[in-house]
């Protein structure tokens, strides 16, 4: 079956203040799964995002980056009374971001609570994937009608989850838990960051950590270590693929969500799984040497080659 798209997402894209010097911050838009979104469209995907925007002025700045990276737009819906989710964005010498967030009453908050879930539902299957993360599913009023959604595709979406973590948007972190613990039988891609990892459960070792995503049964483990090997899981055997080297980090923001969106895309190109790995590693290097979540000038080619790899 031909598909319409090669991604869709749910989520929510906010207003992103950036500190450029104390005082002084320029304005962007950014979201996880939305980064997502625009790094893949960036990469040669077709792609289409779910949300709801407010009525700010702001709303035009986003629906001019989603015109600008031909990610469709049928199921973004529009709110007359709620605004956009704002977030300010710092980082330290080591380009560690730090983030405040304005988005307890947005707009994308009630996406699952306005649009026609069977009509949602065949726009989901018409695409090769569907990505979506712990931040959409903690910020969803409606949350719980997304699972069936999600479930309903198995066998003719690929599904993928990221578990970034905002403690902020979890009164009960066992609530993300328990998701985590049964989505293994819908969820094809599991990508997690070791920081992730030890802020919803506890420090423990990659190995440990990856054993335990392993016997879940999750068929695709990715670990994720920053400036360490990634850790991939191919349902057969681990992989070990170090990042870039001398990778200029200026601001991880969005790393993981470029990281996933090269991932993505070259397994949609049917890249190997370990080459699939280093094409997320090459956007995410990309990515880390520019601020903001959104790297405007964006330019990666997928890598055509195949490394020797290891594995145990």
């Avoid at 911050?25 to 040669?44: E, M, P």
Wanted: charge should be negative; proline fraction near 3%; aromatic fraction near 12%.
């Amino acid at each position: 079956m031909v598909k319409q798209f090669d991604l869709v997402g749910i989520g929510e894209c906010l207003i992103e203040l950036r500190e450029e010097s104390p005082d002084l911050y320029r304005q962007s838009v950014a979201g996880d799964v939305f980064n997502t979104l625009f790094y893949a469209s960036r990469l040669g995907m077709r792609t289409g995002f779910i949300s709801e925007l407010g009525s700010d002025p702001f709303t035009a700045d986003i629906l001019q980056v989603i015109h600008d990276e031909s990610i469709d737009k049928s199921y973004v819906a529009h709110s007359d009374s709620k605004t956009n989710g704002l977030y300010l964005i710092s980082t330290n010498e080591l380009g560690e971001p730090d983030y405040s967030f304005w988005r307890n009453d947005s707009a994308a908050r009630q996406t699952l609570s306005t649009v026609d879930r069977t009509k949602v539902a065949a726009y989901l299957s018409s695409a090769e994937y569907f990505h979506f993360s712990a931040i959409a599913f903690a910020i969803l009023n409606d949350r719980e009608k997304l699972i069936p959604l999600i479930k309903g595709l198995v066998g003719s979406t690929k599904i993928s989850f990221d578990t970034n973590f905002r403690k902020g948007l979890w009164d009960d972190v066992g609530i993300l838990r328990k998701f985590i613990e049964s989505s293994s039988p819908f969820v094809d891609v599991l990508f997690v960051s070791k920081a992730d990892d030890e802020k919803i459960y506890f420090a423990r070792p990659a190995e440990s950590a990856m054993t335990f995503y392993r016997e879940l049964g999750y068929r695709m483990v990715i670990y994720k270590q920053g400036r360490d090997d990634v850790l991939g899981w191919d349902g057969k055997k681990i992989f070990e693929i170090p990042p870039i080297e001398n990778a200029i980090v200026v601001d991880a923001t969005a790393a993981g969500d470029a990281f996933n969106a090269g991932f993505i895309a070259a397994q949609s190109k049917g890249y190997s799984f370990e080459d699939s790995i280093e094409a997320g590693n090459l956007c995410a290097a990309f990515v880390i040497g520019r601020p903001g979540g959104i790297a405007q000038d964006f330019d990666v080619s997928l890598p055509n080659h195949r490394h020797d790899r290891t594995s145990r």
